[in-house]
């Protein structure tokens, strides 16, 4: 089974950065759009940033000109690059792919267990 597999978090400190990776396991055919969520305890998951396989981007209204997503399709890997991080925006990252495993002629949605964000003042 195909599964996503996130790295990159961590703790760092306001007005810092970081780049998040999102690896899918498995053999995979293609991957349509690739996106990332974010969710604070006690607060519901909420859009980043999303990519399309053309490249096409969208990006949540409060991280804009901050973050940057983007994808290597020759290996299927996404990326999230966070600069000028805020601490309100400590958080899990969670990694959303839709894609069709090599062996399928299914597209699903896949969700990764998340990567853990901690951003100090």
């Known amino acids: 089974q195909v599964q996503l597999v996130e790295s990159g978090g961590g703790l760092v400190q306001a007005g810092g950065s970081l780049r998040l990776s999102c690896a899918p396991s498995?053999?995979?055919?293609?991957?349509?759009?690739m996106a990332w969520y974010r969710q604070a305890p006690g607060k519901q998951r909420d859009f980043v940033a999303a990519?399309?396989?053309?490249?096409?981007?969208n990006y949540a209204n409060s991280v804009k000109g901050r973050f940057t997503i983007s994808r290597d399709n020759a290996n299927n890997t996404g990326y999230l690059q966070m600069n000028s991080l805020k601490p309100e925006e400590t958080a899990v990252y969670y990694c959303?792919?839709?894609?069709?495993?090599?062996?399928?002629?299914?597209?699903?949605?896949?969700w990764g267990q998340g990567t853990q964000v901690t951003v100090s003042s």
């Open positions: 959303n792919a839709n894609l069709r495993a090599y062996e399928s002629s299914v597209w699903r949605t896949y």
């Open positions: 990519i399309t396989s053309g490249g096409s981007t």
């Open positions: 498995g053999s995979i055919f293609a991957i349509n759009t």
